[in-house]
C-alpha cells in the first residue's frame, strides 16, 4: 500500500468509528453510555485529522504537524467537556435518584432538587 | 501484502470491534472498561500514522483519565442505583434501525469524503520545518502548540479553567467551598498505598521528563502534565494525600497562573512587538519555556480537579 492508501485505511476507520458513535448515542436512554458514544465519536474525527496529517507529509517530517497540534488540543478539550458531562450527570442522579433520562421526568427532579434544598 | 499493512488491517479491525463492544455492551461498566482499551489501541494507532505525539496524549488523557474518571463515574451510579449492574436498556425497538441508517449515512458521508481527499494532499509541513529555527525547538508539533498557533493553547487553557468552573458550581450549596471528591479510605499497609508511595516519586519523574524532552522530541507539556495529574490522583485515592478545598487561595493560583502568564506574555508581545502572543526571536526559547512550566503545573492542577470532581465534603 502507498503512504496516502495507508492513510485513507486509517480515514475510513475512522469513518466507520464515527458511525458507531452516531448510532450509540442514538439508542441508548443513559447518559453515561451517550457519554461513551460521544467519545468513541470524537477519537473517530481525530482520525480523520490523523489522515489528513499523514497525507501531508513533507520536508522531511512523517506527518503535518499543524493537524496533529490541533487534536491534542481537541483531545483536551474532549476530556474537559467529557468531565462536566459526568459532573452534570452525577448531580442529576443526586436529585432526580437516576441518571436515566427516560425515568427522570422534570417535574419531579425539580421538587426531589426543591426538597434537597430545603434539608 | 507487506507485515506491515497486515498489522494496519488488525488493528484497524480491533479498534472497531473494541468500539462496537463499548457501544452494545449490556453491561455500562463492562463498556467503561473497553472504552479504556479502546483508547490504548487508539493511540497504537496514531504511533502508526508517525505522530508519537498525538498518541502520548492519547494514552494518557483520551484513555487514562477519562477512564478513571468514567470508571468513578460508573462506580456512583451504580452505587446510587442500589448495587447491582444498570443493565443497557436501549430505547424501542422500532427505532433502532432508523438509528442505524443515520449512523450508516454519517459514515459513507465521511468515508467519501475521505477518499475523495485532494491528491497531492496540502500541507503545512515545510512551513512548520522551516519556521523551527526561530523558535529554538527541534519538535515542530511542540512548535505549532506553542508559537504558531498558540491563540489555540490559551485559549484551551481558558476552556479548561471554564469547566472547571462549570463543574464546581454544580455543587451543593452548603460545602461549595469545600474539597473535591468522598474521604478516600484505603489501607495504609495495603497494596494500592504501597504502589502510590513507590509509584509516584517515579511517576512525577517521568513526567517532568516528558514535558522537558517534548522541546525537541515527542512529548510536551500536556503528556508530563497528566502524568503528574494521574500521580497526583494515585497518592489521593490512595489516602497519602487529600483533595485541597477549592476556595483555597494557593489552589485558585496555580489553576489560572497557566493561563495568566500566557496572556501576560501576549500582551507583552503587543506591547513591545509586533503582535499578540509574538516572540521576539532571540529570547523565544526562554519565553516558551516560561510559558511551558507555567502551563504544565496548572494542566496538571485542573486535570486533577477535573478528575476529582464536584466539592462534596466541606473544607
Known amino acids: 500500500m502507498s503512504l496516502s492508501g495507508g492513510a485513507t485505511l486509517f480515514g475510513v476507520a475512522g469513518a466507520v468509528l464515527v458511525g458507531l458513535g452516531v448510532y450509540g448515542l442514538i439508542v441508548s436512554p443513559q447518559p453515561l453510555r451517550k457519554l461513551l458514544a460521544l467519545n468513541v465519536i470524537g477519537t473517530g474525527a481525530f482520525l480523520l485529522f490523523g489522515t489528513v496529517a499523514r497525507r501531508g507529509a513533507d520536508a522531511g517530517l512523517p506527518a503535518d504537524p499543524v493537524p496533529q497540534a490541533l487534536v491534542i488540543t481537541g483531545i483536551v478539550v474532549a476530556f474537559a467537556a467529557t468531565a462536566l458531562a459526568a459532573a452534570i450527570m452525577l448531580r442529576l442522579a443526586r436529585v432526580a435518584g437516576s441518571a436515566d433520562l427516560d425515568d427522570a421526568p422534570a417535574g419531579e427532579a425539580a421538587e426531589a432538587d426543591v426538597a434537597e434544598r430545603r434539608e | ?315
Open chain 2, 1 to 315: 501484502m507487506s507485515a506491515a499493512d497486515l498489522l494496519d488491517l488488525g488493528l484497524a479491525g480491533l479498534v472497531i470491534a473494541v468500539a462496537a463492544f463499548t457501544i452494545f455492551s449490556r453491561s455500562t461498566y463492562a463498556a467503561v472498561v473497553a472504552f479504556v482499551a479502546y483508547g490504548l489501541l487508539v493511540s497504537l494507532r496514531w504511533v502508526l500514522l508517525r505522530a508519537v505525539d498525538v498518541a502520548l496524549t492519547e494514552a494518557a488523557i483520551g484513555s487514562g483519565l477519562t477512564g478513571v474518571l468514567l470508571l468513578g463515574a460508573a462506580a456512583k451510579l451504580r452505587e446510587r442505583a442500589g448495587g447491582g449492574d444498570e443493565a443497557a436498556h436501549l430505547c424501542p425497538p422500532a427505532m433502532r434501525p432508523f438509528a442505524a441508517v443515520v449512523a450508516g449515512l454519517v459514515t459513507l458521508g465521511l468515508a467519501a469524503a475521505v477518499v475523495g481527499l485532494p491528491d497531492p494532499a496540502p500541507t503545512l509541513a515545510p512551513l512548520a520545518a522551516a519556521g523551527l529555527p526561530d523558535t529554538g525547538l527541534g519538535n515542530p508539533v511542540t512548535a505549532t502548540l506553542i508559537a504558531y498557533r498558540a491563540t489555540d493553547t490559551l485559549l484551551e487553557k481558558v476552556v479548561l479553567v471554564l469547566a472547571l468552573l462549570g463543574l464546581w458550581s454544580l455543587a451543593a450549596e452548603d460545602v461549595w467551598r469545600g474539597r473535591p471528591g468522598l474521604k478516600q479510605r484505603a489501607d495504609p499497609d495495603g497494596v494500592l498505598a504501597y504502589l502510590a508511595r513507590r509509584l509516584v516519586p517515579v511517576g512525577v519523574l517521568i513526567g517532568l521528563y516528558v514535558f522537558w524532552v517534548g522541546a525537541d522530541h515527542p512529548g510536551g507539556a500536556f503528556q508530563g502534565a497528566t502524568i503528574v495529574a494521574a500521580m497526583w490522583l494515585l497518592a489521593m485515592m490512595a489516602g497519602l494525600a487529600d483533595t485541597p478545598p477549592v476556595s483555597e487561595r494557593g489552589v485558585r493560583l496555580v489553576l489560572a497562573g497557566g493561563a495568566g502568564v500566557f496572556f501576560a506574555v501576549g500582551l507583552a508581545g503587543l506591547a513591545l512587538g509586533d503582535a499578540f502572543l509574538a516572540y521576539p526571536a532571540a529570547h523565544a526559547k526562554a519565553i516558551i519555556i516560561a510559558i511551558e512550566v507555567a502551563m504544565t503545573v496548572t494542566v496538571a492542577a485542573t486535570l486533577a480537579f477535573l478528575v476529582a470532581g464536584t466539592p462534596e465534603r466541606p473544607a
